[in-house]
């Protein structure tokens, strides 16, 4: 709290004022990004022409430029995940289980269609989080003294091809085939 602190400009106790406790700012902090990665996803990619594998792509780009943008950020936030403990763990899980649960349903609500199950949309898409998560903390390092392992475009390539072999493992076991090439609404395919 005394590194946010300095870093606000501002004393401690004010940012008590606004957060009920360390729990809840870091609540605030992982709204903000959610936030903020949702506006500039959505922002770059259309849902209803850009086929499958280009909305990955682009997602993931954008998700690298925030990320480069803010490592120390994503840092805290993904360390804060695997190393908090108690109520603050539980917190952080169910924000992840709610873009997740927000996703399933924009993704359902996309498609229209009776094949899509929410829950297992849900699953796949909690799922993946954890990954581009585990992802994010071994390719930016611990510090900012480490070299990056991996350019950019080269990890934007890599979370792509996690996040397709993730949502094909998942339909594959709904009996679902999934064509990459094509826009979300007929990317879809009852397999035969």
Request: net charge negative; with cysteine.
């Amino acid at each position: 709290m005394d590194d946010i602190a300095r870093e606000a400009g501002a004393a401690k106790p004010k940012l008590y004022r606004h957060f009920e406790n360390k729990l809840d700012l870091y609540a605030a902090i992982v709204a903000h990004v959610q936030t903020t990665l949702w506006t500039r996803t959505l922002g770059s990619i259309n849902l209803v022409s850009d086929p499958m594998a280009e909305l990955t792509r682009r997602c993931a780009a954008e998700y690298v430029l925030i990320v480069t943008e803010n490592p120390n950020l994503f840092r805290f936030l993904v360390h804060g995940h695997f190393t908090r403990q108690g109520d603050e763990s539980e917190r952080a899980l169910q924000a992840a289980q709610d873009s997740a649960r927000r996703i399933a349903t924009l993704f359902a609500e996309t498609l229209d269609s009776p094949q899509v199950d929410v829950t297992r949309a849900e699953l796949v898409a909690f799922s993946i989080f954890g990954a581009v998560a585990s992802a994010t903390d071994w390719w930016i390092g611990p510090n900012e003294a480490r070299e990056r392992p991996l350019p950019d475009d080269e990890f934007v390539r890599y979370l792509s091809g996690l996040v397709q072999g993730m949502i094909d493992a998942a339909s594959g076991l709904a009996g679902i085939t999934i064509d990459h090439d094509q826009p979300l609404h007929v990317a879809l395919s009852a397999r035969t």
